[in-house]
């Protein structure tokens, strides 16, 4: 394997991390919503925030270096599909540092003060939700660009 194979296959394997735990999460966001438990939302939204910052994080940091490495060598910052993804990557860890991250924390402190049955912080996880599936949708696009690499 040459060394641009090497960093493809680091690339994908951050991408598997990043995009597939971010799918599987949402998976569970639909189980714990429908949750009879009331103390099954607030533990998820703990666990989720853990998993994105010890595990999203790192896997996207990685994932756009590799990127960065790959066009370099490969391609071009030109090319439609690379400017593309890039944007809507850049866009994802803007919402990661500027929404979910700190939303995410205001939500636990809500249930923490208020109780697993507070509606404010019902309310606030259900937006993150959406804000996380909207954000999934875009992992979609770039996994498309990637694969099909359009002109």
Same mark, same amino acid.
Request: net charge positive; no cysteine.
């Given at each position: 394997?040459?060394?641009?194979?090497?960093?493809?296959?680091?690339?994908?394997?951050?991408?598997?991390?990043?995009?597939?735990?971010?799918?599987?999460?949402?998976?569970?966001?639909?189980?714990?919503?429908?949750?009879?438990?009331?103390?099954?939302?607030?533990?998820?939204?703990?666990?989720? !925030?853990?998993?994105? $910052?010890? /595990?999203?994080?790192?896997?996207?940091?990685? &994932? *756009? %270096?590799?990127?960065?490495?790959?066009? =370099?060598?490969?391609?071009?910052?030109?090319?439609?599909?690379?400017?593309?993804?890039?944007?809507?990557?850049?866009?994802?860890?803007?919402?990661?540092?500027?929404?979910?991250?700190?939303?995410?924390?205001?939500?636990?402190?809500?249930?923490?003060? !208020?109780?697993?049955? $507070?509606? /404010?912080?019902?309310?606030?996880?259900?937006? &993150? *939700? %959406?804000?996380?599936?909207?954000?999934? =949708?875009?992992?979609?696009?770039?996994?498309?660009?990637?694969?099909?690499?359009?002109?």
């Amino acid at each position: 394997m040459d060394g641009y194979g090497l960093i493809k296959y680091i690339h994908v394997l951050a991408a598997i991390v990043w995009v597939g735990g971010a799918f599987t999460l949402q998976l569970l966001a639909i189980r714990v919503s429908r949750s009879d438990d009331p103390g099954d939302l607030p533990r998820f939204g703990a666990w989720a !925030e853990a998993v994105g $910052s010890r /595990a999203f994080l790192p896997a996207s940091l990685i &994932l *756009f %270096v590799a990127g960065l490495i790959m066009v =370099v060598q490969r391609w071009a910052f030109s090319d439609l599909w690379v400017s593309i993804s890039m944007l809507l990557w850049i866009l994802s860890a803007l919402t990661g540092a500027l929404y979910l991250g700190p939303r995410s924390k205001k939500v636990g402190e809500l249930f923490a003060v !208020e109780g697993p049955t $507070s509606v /404010a912080a019902r309310a606030g996880m259900a937006r &993150l *939700f %959406v804000v996380s599936r909207l954000e999934l =949708v875009s992992f979609a696009i770039i996994v498309f660009l990637m694969v099909v690499k359009p002109a």
